[in-house]
């Protein structure tokens, strides 16, 4: 048999999940999201500028589950440009050209913010 016995009050456990609660996530999102676009545009590779040019951001969600999403409106042929850039992609005349890994060291400077906004609004919540 278990027995779980409390003394005193919970009231600052009671405060502190409400404050959670309250804890607004959108709102470090829709201020990080500016950041992931300077950051992206900086570190594309630009030969027009038009995909560098193309960086732009979307939050979904409410207070306590939101999403940020940075997009890439340069479409060549169908393909999105920012991602051939990335990846690589084959030419028309059978060639290949390689792709180069500028996203994620440009996005994770822009990540650890986050996490680090994020991890003080949970631990000061009040």
């Known amino acids: 048999m278990i027995s779980l016995r409390s003394i005193g009050s919970f009231k600052g456990t009671e405060s502190y999940l409400k404050a959670l609660a309250r804890l607004d996530l959108r709102r470090i999102l829709e201020e990080c999201g500016p950041l992931g676009v300077s950051a992206l545009a900086s570190a594309t590779p630009a030969d027009s500028g038009l995909a560098a040019n193309s960086w732009t951001y979307q939050v979904h969600g409410g207070r306590t589950s939101a999403t940020l999403m940075w997009l890439n409106t340069d479409v060549e042929n169908g393909f999105p440009v920012a991602i051939m850039l990335q990846y690589g ?9 390689a792709g180069r890994d500028y996203i994620n060291p440009a996005i994770r400077p822009v990540f650890d913010q986050i996490e680090e906004r994020v991890w003080k609004a949970v631990t000061s919540a009040r």
């Open 89 to 97: 992609y084959a030419t028309g005349t059978g060639g290949y050209v």
